[in-house]
């Protein structure tokens, strides 16, 4: 089922699967009065209805390589040309780690690490647990980063991008380990709606991995 959300600055967007890019194209236009314009960039394929109303298609893991091709085409040749993709998901205390092809994981590492919950403790006894907190968190992201190393670097020039998900700090704490350099400079995208980080959740990831992020705008009054 597409995923739809409210898009900052008016519309909406929507996320919709490759084999299912064709037939939502198709009814775009014909919901908005033909096709006034079709036009593409490394990192987006724009269409304009005949009312004006415009569907921006985000490119995943761009950019999207010069074609001749028809631009919604070209766009699901990019994505079927990916191969591999690395699957990083993180939040503190937990981590799941793994690559897919085709939105189906070929392998994975997943665990759990305790970390404290907040408390509303005060005086010496706060900062005493506010720094056990962090030194937990820590340790959490420490183990993420060697699964990460141990299960994605050495294939890191196969794979054609990386999917992040979860918290973005936890996130941006991992990927800043010096093994994983490589890795971070593919092309990626980040979910950040993602659930505590379990292999459920790492294949319902690998399942979005291709989506296309479509921007839909209606015509400026």
Known sequence: MARIRSAAGGGSVVDVAPERLVAWVNRFVVRNDGLAELTATADAVTIRGGDGTTAELAVPFGPMAPTDREPV????????????LGLVLVRAGAYSIGACRDRVVLSSTTDRRYVQGRTAAGGSSQQRFARRRSNQRRESFAAAADAVARVLVPITASLGGVVLAGDRSALAAVMADRRLAA???????????????????LDDVAARSLDVAITVRPAAS
């Open 73 to 84: 085409e070209a766009l699901l040749d990019h994505l079927s040309d990916l191969g591999a």
């Open 183 to 201: 890795l971070g400079a593919l092309p990626s995208r980040t979910f950040g709606d993602v659930s505590e980080p379990r292999r459920a959740v």
